[in-house]
């Protein structure tokens, strides 16, 4: 029996009706509904990079609608995700993503936290006593009452049902947990015809106390693959893993000749012809030391010596006297590491997944210029992969702290040169590729307003910032200057009190306790356009404080928002 349409409108959103399913066991429990109205809320465009032209300080009209900001730049969301989804398809969103994938809590009873430490190379002048860490700060809790968790997630999988393409997947990624609940509500959303697979990936290696748990580790994490409709049917791209090899392993599984390592194959249906091509080059084996002979009257190749004749395949070398095997990629994902043994890539963000675990599920459910969906974006892997393979994306997070993290990742993205089209001067450090002027592709930023405005509110002493913003008309060409004088921070203060400060705490360098800059040239008071991000992406290093670049003629309006290692954020807006 189909399922009447889900539909969201501005105007008048409708309920959504789902009918039973005679045969079709389907998970119940306590307060169990459909998602019902959905009201798409008033979400505003907030913050836009990258949506500039190349006259540097001249702001570039903003797109007057979700649709139109889609033509030009990928879509990042402070909201509810459920919010989010149901914006998305009030404004022309319905049917048009390819892939969606989505790390949801996992309802695991516990909060998640990140660790905070000042800013610079150890043992430097900004030390307080001997130590940089601040302690951890809560960035999400995945604690849930009752059958609540079932009832977040059922509601969201229906609204993410209508984005997908008639051609689209959704991958689910969870844990051993609620791994078995998760299949039964992606059934009854989508389906169970329209179950693709699903993936065993070893997250982790166990180790320490790990290796002696009782009744063996958790080592694994799961990912549900649906289709929208698997008839249409749906993309994929099938993909092959490379394994590389010592020369003493390649020695104990493969054979070897003069031209390197080689596996065979049955030749199956191959013709006399190409068989027989094969054998001129020198691509064809004959088991128990024999030849391999080529009968032109009887129009056959066979062995000399018995047997069947095999087709090699060789091995490619790599540098360093490695051998390259390729392989088929199954349902078993133990190739991929996870974040433990890739921490080049560590955010600081809490549950981050690995850059190339995401690379694999994009290059197999989509192609360049598609849409690809996140609405549990957190670290931003999927966003950062995704714009880094060509990719359109959309992508949400309820937390704040997620979204700056996010905006980070993204900027430090193929940073452009110092010669850019911000027309920002080239910069005097060996650091200045921490700086960037653009993103690799526009991105804007879309807020729940009342969210909005009580999570970028300042706490009871706001952090404060002494900042000098001035025009130079006498230089060649015109340019403005930044330069930040101090910044103070009471809440890093205080975790430097509580952090155990043995003396009244001191922090020499105001630039420990900064995490971020960015300016905004021609701020107009509602969407921060920045034009200068300065985001350094190792702990050691320290932002710069000092800025500059081409100025147009006439008055402007300079903002710049500074952020500490805690997420708290000043701005300052002064006219030049």
């Known amino acids: ?17 789902v009918e039973a399913t005679p045969g079709r066991p389907t ?39 979700l649709q139109e900001a889609g033509r030009d730049a990928n879509l990042l969301f402070h909201a509810d995700n459920k919010d989010m989804l149901a914006f998305l398809l009030a404004n022309g969103f319905r049917g048009q993503i390819k892939l969606i994938y989505i790390d949801p809590p996992f309802d695991s009873a516990a909060s998640y936290t990140r660790k905070v430490a000042l800013r610079g190379a150890r043992g430097g002048p900004v030390l307080f006593g001997n130590s940089r860490l601040l302690g951890e700060q809560l960035q999400y809790t995945d604690i849930w009452a009752g059958d609540d968790y079932l009832q977040f997630m059922y509601e969201r999988l229906f609204l993410l049902r209508e984005l997908l393409s008639e051609d689209g997947s959704l991958w689910l990624h969870c844990d ?9 509500l992606l059934e009854e959303v989508f389906g169970p015809d329209n179950y693709l697979n699903t993936i065993s990936w070893r997250s982790q290696v166990a180790r320490g106390a790990k290796v002696n748990a009782f009744y063996f580790p958790f080592s694994a994490h799961y990912l549900e693959i649906f289709a929208r409709n698997k008839q249409a049917p749906t993309t994929w791209n099938p993909v092959k893993k490379e394994i590389a090899l010592t020369e003493a392993e390649a020695a104990a599984a493969y054979m070897r000749d003069a031209r390197g390592f080689f596996r065979t194959s049955d030749p199956g249906t ?19 030391g024999g030849e391999v002979v080529v009968d032109e009257t009887a129009r056959r190749v066979f062995a000399s010596k018995g047997g069947n004749i095999g087709v090699k395949y060789y091995l490619k070398p790599a540098p360093r006297g490695k051998y390259i095997v390729e392989r088929a990629v199954d349902n078993l994902w ?18 981050q997944k690995t850059e190339a675990l995401l690379r694999r599920i994009i290059a197999v459910s989509s192609n360049p210029g598609d849409w690809v969906l996140d609405c549990f974006a957190g670290s931003g892997t999927t966003l950062t992969v995704a ?15 997620a979204i700056q993290t996010i905006v980070k990742r993204l900027c430090a993205i193929k940073p452009p040169p110092a010669s850019s089209r911000s027309g920002r001067r080239s910069a005097d450090r060996s650091a200045a590729d ?53 910044f103070v921070s009471p809440a890093v203060m205080e975790r430097v009190r509580r952090a155990g400060a043995a003396t009244a705490p001191r922090i020499d360098d105001w630039r420990a306790v900064v995490d971020s800059i960015m300016i905004d040239p021609a701020y107009d008071g509602v969407v921060f356009r920045p034009a200068l991000v300065d985001a350094p992406r190792k702990r050691a290093e ?14 402007a309006t300079v903002a710049v928002r500074i952020t500490d290692v805690l997420g708290e954020e000043a701005l300052i807006v002064q006219p030049v």
């Not at 320290?542 to 008055?555: C, D, H, I, K």
Request: net charge positive.
């Open 1 to 17: 029996m189909a399922r009447k349409p889900f539909s969201v409108d501005r105007a008048a959103p409708a309920a959504l009706s």
């Open 27 to 65: 998970l119940t429990w306590a307060g169990k509904r459909p998602p019902g109205h959905v009201e798409p809320p008033p979400l505003r465009l907030v913050e836009a990079h990258g949506l500039r032209p190349p006259m540097p300080g001249v702001a570039r009209a903003l797109p007057a609608t």
């Open 176 to 184: 051993h947990r609620r791994v078995h609940y998760l299949r039964m």
């Open 270 to 288: 191959y013709s006399f012809e190409r068989l027989r091509a094969l054998r001129a080059e020198g691509r064809l084996y004959a088991p128990y």
């Open 334 to 351: 133990d190739d991929i590491p996870g974040l433990g043994t890739t921490p080049g890539e560590d955010s600081g963000y809490p549950t």
């Open 387 to 401: 714009q880094q393979m060509g990719r359109r994306w959309i992508g949400g997070d309820i937390n704040r702290g």
């Open 434 to 486: 921490s700086m960037s002027a653009e993103p690799a592709r526009p991105f804007v930023v879309y807020a729940d307003g009342a969210r909005c405005a009580n999570d970028c509110d300042q706490p009871i002493q706001p952090a404060q910032a002494r900042v000098t913003v001035r025009r130079d008309d006498e230089a060649m060409p015109p340019a403005i200057r930044v330069r930040v004088e101090e």
């Open 542 to 555: 320290l932002v710069r404080g000092n800025y500059e670049w081409g100025a147009s003629t006439g008055p």
